[in-house]
């Protein structure tokens, strides 16, 4: 089964535009028979049940976005190692991921 990894620096499943792109490409991608990975870069969001990930894909939070009230200076800072955290995921999956598919 061919492994799909869906990464990118959104929140996830927060409702908004970035999330509902990902919900459907991420549901094609499964429909068409492959097993999805969402690895969201934004902060993970308390979802009300509707917002709640779909169960045929796994998803993970890398918390590479810094929260809007942080300072302009840490912002700054971490665009020095911005995509870090989401390399560090995907070296960490045990089955081989096929294909890496990046939002934004």
């Given at each position: 089964?061919?492994?799909?990894?869906?990464?990118?620096?959104?929140?996830?499943?927060?409702?908004?535009?970035?999330?509902?792109?990902?919900?459907?490409?991420?549901?094609?991608?499964?429909?068409?028979?492959?097993?999805?990975?969402?690895?969201?870069?934004?902060?993970?969001?308390?979802?009300?049940?509707?917002?709640?990930?779909?169960?045929?894909?796994?998803?993970?939070?890398?918390?590479?976005?810094?929260?809007?009230?942080a300072?302009?200076?840490?912002?700054?800072?971490?665009?020095?190692?911005?995509?870090?955290?989401?390399?560090?995921?995907?070296?960490?999956?045990?089955?081989r991921?096929?294909?890496?598919?990046?939002?934004?």
């Amino acid at each position: 089964m061919l492994r799909i990894a869906y990464v990118g620096p959104f929140n996830y499943p927060d409702g908004g535009a970035c999330a509902k792109h990902v919900d459907g490409l991420a549901e094609a991608f499964s429909l068409a028979g492959a097993s999805v990975s969402i690895c969201a870069g934004g902060r993970v969001i308390n979802a009300k049940t509707d917002l709640e990930p779909n169960p045929r894909y796994e998803v993970s939070h890398v918390q590479e976005l810094e929260e809007k009230q942080a300072s302009n200076l840490v912002k700054g800072l971490r665009v020095l190692s911005f995509g870090d955290q989401t390399i560090k995921w995907l070296d960490e999956q045990t089955e081989r991921i096929d294909v890496v598919v990046q939002y934004g």
